[in-house]
Nanobody, 114 residues
Framework: QVRLVESGGGLVQPGKSLTLSCVVS????????MAWYRQAPGHERERVAR???????DYADSVKGRFTISRDNDKKMVYLQMNRLRVEDTAVYYC????????WGQGTQVTVLS
């Protein structure tokens, strides 16, 4: 059973930074693409960033240049460094593994408020 647990969310002011972490219980973690998604109230879930097995990354246009996704295969963890946060970044952030049918974490709330 693959399990993902996010942490690091919170309440911050615009312009500040947060780092989200996701620990993955999967022996084969390094073999799969990992991603961060987010869902704001009244909006569909959207992919924010993903990281491939070879370390390549891609980002949603709305976060390019502000967010950085990374992974540590030894620790079986994936991170999302979020800089220059905006009010519109407010959402529940989910960690995702594309192994098999896909696996999701429970989500962590990020609130950006003046």
């Amino acid at each position: 059973q693959v399990r993902l647990v996010e942490s690091g969310g919170g309440l911050v002011q615009p312009g500040k930074s947060l780092t989200l972490s996701c620990v993955v219980s999967d022996t084969f973690f390094s073999l799969y693409i990992m991603a961060w998604y987010r869902q704001a109230p009244g909006h569909e879930r959207e992919r924010v960033a993903r990281i491939f097995t070879d370390g390549r990354t891609d980002y949603a246009d709305s976060v390019k240049g502000r967010f950085t996704i990374s992974r540590d295969n030894d620790k079986k963890m994936v991170y999302l460094q979020m800089n220059r946060l905006r009010v519109e970044d407010t959402a529940v952030y989910y960690c995702y593994s594309n192994r098999g049918p896909g696996y999701w974490g429970q989500g962590t709330q990020v609130t950006v408020l003046s």
